[in-house]
């Protein structure tokens, strides 16, 4: 049985990292193996790119277009050295960001032609779609604050984007998730992270049962991420 990928999308401080890790925490507590990954940086390859994409200092930023080719080879490579194995190994694929955002951040964030955005998304991803996209929906202010109180607002270019920028995001975000209602969740991000979890883990155990996971799985073991 081939395996599905789940991506956790959302704007930055709307808790995409702790949403995907509560998911691999429950995930494992079932005994259904998974692979927990990012981008860009999930791969050796990736983690040069991010390096690039998203530097610690306030060096100047790439144009639009080369940020959005430099997201697109780290999703070439993630896609065909990570998420593409694990899911022939039959295991669920917990991405931290995918295709949707680079749709919202580099088509309606940067202002890049949409249709080419996202024929250039097929190519990249050869075709592999997520089963299953949890959307963190948060406004930009609450986001904002959230970020400041961990310190983590400003720490590279796209981060110190304004405002606006940010919700356009956000709205393209939501404008995704109008478009594809059956694979894309929307969840409200704004309360605590134990209520979010919560609903995040509600869905995904949904979706468990019409992809016989939850049976499948009863008698084996939880794998290690490669």
């Known amino acids: 049985m081939r395996g599905r990928l789940i991506t956790f999308e959302g704007i930055d401080g709307s808790g995409k990292t702790t949403m995907a890790a509560r998911a691999a925490d429950f995930l494992r507590q079932h005994n259904i193996p998974c692979v927990t990954t990012r981008e860009p940086g999930g791969t050796r390859l990736g983690a040069a790119i991010r390096a690039i994409l998203l530097p610690s200092t306030a060096e100047k930023k790439v144009t639009p277009l080369t940020e959005l080719l430099l997201y697109a080879a780290d999703r070439a490579e993630h896609v065909r050295e990570v998420i593409l194995p694990a ?114 883990i509600e869905v995904i155990r949904e979706r468990l049962q019409g992809w016989s996971y939850a049976r499948r799985n009863e008698e084996n073991p939880p794998d290690d991420d490669p």
């Open 87 to 200: 899911l022939e190994a039959g295991k669920i694929v917990l991405s931290d960001r995918y295709m949707d955002a680079t749709i919202a951040y580099q088509g309606y964030g940067r202002g890049n032609d949409l249709e080419f955005v996202r024929a250039l998304m097929t190519v990249v991803t050869a075709g592999v779609r997520p089963d299953l996209t949890l959307l963190l929906d948060l406004d930009v202010a609450t986001a904002e604050r959230r970020l400041h109180e961990r310190g983590g607002r400003g720490a590279n270019w796209l981060d110190r984007e304004s405002h606006d920028f940010h919700e356009r995001v956000r709205r393209g975000y939501l404008e995704i998730a109008r478009l594809e209602p059956d694979r894309v969740v929307v969840i409200d991000a704004s309360g605590s992270v134990e209520h979010t979890a919560a609903r995040v």
